[in-house]
């Protein structure tokens, strides 16, 4: 963690571009850290202490206390961010007295990146690691697979990425992926995997048949998708054969050896009933449930699903907390019959209006926000099927996802003092139909650097009063070496406070 500090002082030298002026000055660092844990978790004190003083000659002082060493590397990154290139001076210059003590308003502060619409390389996500780190970001929410592509190489279950990757060159082995966790737990990120289910499954799954174990995903690739899945492609897993379940355990424990997380995503979103209906295994085993055709029948079975998917992960992770995102399964009706608050965390992905979110807070559901009108990056682009723009669209600006406050959501649905402890705090989402490497840091940064700060602080103010530090973080990213999109004229990073609508 020193060693990223130093290495942020080197970059700011480059920077300068010229020979840094020879000084006597010296900068003494004492660091006081009170535990030895090394991995993060979603219960880590990310708090610290930092104190800056000038003593007499050329020796400055910084004295950090902090519970945990990742309370140690915020207070290495804000000390970072209080030391700036000078031109006149030919050397970094940093402030002299100052005393910081903060700790974190949310203990989850992510965003999320999916794989597998289109395949993101290893380098575009360590770089995204780096961007989150320099943000004070600690989750790295992997949405892994889906319908599109399949690109987890498992040693246990080579055929999901024969079947499933774009090529031999866009898949990740848990080599891979035990090396990106290593170097994003370093700078204060766990990664959460997803591996989605039972819908958004189809390039992966289809090799069953060919293997003598039956159907693991129904309707793959099926061109009439009207009421029968969410697409292209089509693709849902088959919940009543019993080796889909046998296969997920088997991607359970290779993930927990890339990853050893700490909680789980599943998914369970968008499970379109259709396929099920008129698939005749799923129908001879609801006959022989005493179950009908009816939707009541068809979410008996989609709990069966996702009971018996939680059966696997508790064998290979144990009794771990376990992330869905909102579908209709979360709804009054049927959410308590299926996904209880005592295991399940609900990710909101509906709009902040969604009159569900006070429901789930009520019944005792843990909450995360991702709300899709406020904190989706992939809006505002035109659309992937068809024409026109996007579903999402128009395109969210940093300053709509700053002043998206999960507190307030709350409060507008008549819940004022919710429980601090279950609200887990957010993601910004970042789904890839239009987005690869080439484009993914701008889509990013700096709208990313808005929602940390109010996952972070959760600031009483609006995005107005964030302005002018939004503007230099962007240019505190591009220093080192984030693609982070400009959000107004470099006159207006040296002339603060300025540029606005009269």
Known sequence: MVDIFRGYLVSMEAYGGIEPTPSNSMIVVKIDCSQDDIRITYNTDESYELRITQELGEVVRVSITAPTAFGVRHALETLSQLAAWDDLAGSVVLVNEVFVSDRPFYRHRGLMVDTSRNFIQLGDLYRTVDGMSYNKLNTLHLHLTDAHSFPFDSPSVPQMAVYGAYSERKKYTVTDLKALNEYANTRGIRIV??????????????????????????????????????????????????????????????????????????????????????????????????????????????????????????????NIPVIVWTSSLTEENFVENVITPERYIVQIWTESSEPSIASLYNKGYDLIFSNSDNWYLDCGYGSWVGDGNNWCSPYKGWQLLYDNDPLEILANQGILNPDPQRIWGGEAAMWTEQTDGGTLDGKLWPRGSAIAERLWSNPPGKWRTAEKRLVHMREVLCLRGIGADPVQPHWCHQNEGVCYYE
């Open 193 to 318: 995997p997803e591996l989605d289910g039972p819908a958004h499954s189809a390039y992966g799954w289809q090799w069953g048949p060919d293997y003598g174990l039956g159907d693991l995903a129904l309707c793959v690739n099926r061109l009439n998708r009207t009421n029968v899945c969410i697409g292209p492609p089509c693709g849902i897993q088959n919940p009543v054969n019993e080796n889909t379940y046998g296969v997920l355990e088997l991607l359970f424990s290779d993930l927990k050896e890339a990853f050893s997380p700490d909680v789980f995503h599943l998914g369970a979103d968008e499970v379109k009933f259709g396929c099920w209906n008129i698939t005749e295994e799923i129908v001879d085993w609801l006959e022989d449930q005493g179950r009908g055709r009816e939707e009541v029948d068809f979410y008996y079975l989609w709990g069966y699903y996702q009971n018996r998917t939680l059966e696997k992960v508790d064998t290979v992770y144990g």
